[in-house]
T-cell receptor, first 111, second 115 residues
Framework: DTGVSQDPRHKITKRGQNVTFRCDPI?????LYWYRQTLGQGPEFLTY????????KSRLLSDRFSAERPKGSFSTLEIQRTEQGDSAMYLC?????????FGPGTRLTVL | DQQVKQNSPSLSVQEGRISILNCDYT??????FLWYKKYPAEGPTFLIS?????DKNEDGRFTVFLNKSAKHLSLHIVPSQPGDSAVYFC??????????????FGTGTRLTVIP
């Protein structure tokens, strides 16, 4: 089962606030990715976990962003001191063989 | 630096006809290619993929063609159905490397199938 849920589905916050998103795979998957998608663009890679180890981070992941996968199952993505430019869809994917399967995403709006 | 490009932002096709969506890439390290379909307010849904060792992969109404020398791939949908109306993203990865094998996406093509 390649299902993954994300919570919340929508988040509206004021500039400067901290937000946290969660990604929950339905079953065990070693490889978990976070992507960000802004309007008119395709998803862009943010970070990659192999089990609980964060093995790769994109330059898009500024110091205000942090991601964890403490037990190698669910993952969280936190954004501190949000800026209007952080408004986007944040997508979690599971790697299965050579493919990746996306969750429904969390849409963040920073006012 | 956009390594995967979809130069047609939109495409309209009559129901029953063929839809052809195109994608170009610049990085010769890419060796695996995928197509995703996206409806509004949902995450992308995996459609079909192709390895660089092949030039064609078919799954039902969907066929992906890869031309490595031209660094070009295309998705054919035949016959097109109104339910196919969505945004289609082309993606590529470099599986032979030791990195994350993350995906690089194009900017998408909005397909509208007219009944």
């Amino acid at each position: 089962d390649t299902g993954v849920s994300q919570d919340p589905r929508h988040k509206i916050t004021k500039r400067g606030q901290n937000v946290t998103f969660r990604c929950d795979p339905i079953s065990e998957h070693n490889r978990l990715y976070w992507y960000r998608q802004t309007l008119g663009q395709g998803p862009e890679f943010l970070t990659y976990f192999q089990n609980e180890a964060q093995l790769e981070k994109s330059r898009l992941l500024s110091d205000r962003f942090s991601a964890e996968r403490p037990k190698g199952s669910f993952s969280t993505l936190e954004i501190q001191r949000t800026e209007q430019g952080d408004s986007a869809m944040y997508l979690c994917t599971l790697g299965v063989a050579n493919e990746q399967f996306f969750g429904p995403g969390t849409r963040l709006t920073v006012l | 630096d956009q390594q995967v490009k979809q130069n047609s932002p939109s495409l309209s096709v009559q129901e029953g006809r063929i839809s052809i969506l195109n994608c170009d890439y610049t990085n010769s390290m890419f060796d695996y290619f995928l197509w995703y379909k996206k409806y509004p307010a949902e995450g992308p849904t995996f459609l079909i993929s192709i390895s660089s060792i092949k030039d064609k992969n078919e799954d039902g109404r969907f066929t992906v063609f890869l031309n490595k020398s031209a660094k070009h791939l295309s998705l054919h949908i035949v016959p097109s159905q109104p339910g196919d109306s969505a945004v289609y993203f082309c993606a590529a990865s470099a599986l032979a490397g030791t990195g994350a094998n993350n995906l690089f996406f194009g900017t998408g093509t909005r397909l509208t199938v007219i009944p």
